[in-house]
């Protein structure tokens, strides 16, 4: 089932804050976090694993709330590289990262 | 990590042919799997490629349209088989090690079927 991912877009100037949330319905092992820039492959962002540990991106940071199976990606101090369409990716256990993808949120990072 | 390559990285086919996709990865991999990606869309997934024995199909895909294989731990292919316009689409495939971190994304083939 495919996780639930908001907001479908956003629009920010440089220098600002996003958040982009993500929620499934089912137990997760662990949370991923993509960027995909237009014609290109997703990116790895950040893993989140459950139990609390976290792997991924220096400027980036993200949460996982195990109890809501929640997940929050937060974008400080935006830059202009921030910009394309993020996919939160979840993971049932043992799946060795087999990936159910949400809908993607498309940010736009203006100067 | 990982170096997943991935061709052709596009390709413009004739409906009713078939075109088989070649992904390589410069490691063990415990795991390939394969993505669809529709124009704006999300990625959905097609299949596990499971080394040495039939692929594990998804809700929707099914083996005479997209035959799987996957010979050895570092090579896969998927097969868009009898394509109509309704399949282009960018394809994806995908690796991963268990106990490891992310998975790693070949740069995608766009099939575009006239």
């Known amino acids: 089932q495919q996780p639930v991912q908001s907001p479908q877009a956003v629009i920010l100037r440089e220098g600002e804050d996003a958040v982009i949330n993500c929620s499934s319905s089912?137990?997760?092992?662990?949370v991923h976090w993509y960027r995909q820039k237009h014609g290109e492959a997703p990116v790895f962002l950040m893993i989140?694993?459950?139990?609390?540990e976290q792997k991924g991106h220096e400027k980036i940071s993200a949460s996982f709330n195990e109890k809501k199976q929640q997940s929050s990606l937060y974008l400080t101090a935006s830059q202009l590289s921030y910009s394309g369409t993020y996919f939160c990716?979840?993971?049932?256990?043992?799946?060795?990262?087999?990936?159910?993808f949400g809908s993607g949120t498309q940010l736009t990072v203006l100067p | 990590s990982a170096v997943i390559s991935q061709k052709p990285s596009r390709d413009i086919c004739q409906r009713g042919t078939s075109l088989t996709i070649q992904c390589q990865v410069d490691s063990q991999v415990t795991m390939m799997f394969w993505y669809r990606q529709q124009p704006g869309q999300s990625l959905t997934l097609i299949a596990t490629a499971n080394q040495g024995s039939e692929a594990t199909y998804e809700s929707g895909f099914v083996i005479d349209k997209f035959p799987i294989s996957r010979p050895n731990l570092t090579f896969s292919t998927l097969t868009v088989s009898n394509m109509s316009p309704e399949d282009s689409s960018t394809y994806l495939c995908?690796?991963?090690?268990?106990?490891?971190?992310?998975?790693?994304f070949g740069q995608g083939t766009r099939l575009t079927v006239v």
């Open positions: 989140l694993l459950k139990g609390g």
């Open positions: 990716g979840t993971e049932r256990s043992g799946s060795a990262r087999q990936l159910t």
């Open positions: 995908s690796g991963g090690i268990q106990g490891g971190t992310e998975a790693f």
């Open positions: 089912k137990a997760l092992y662990s």
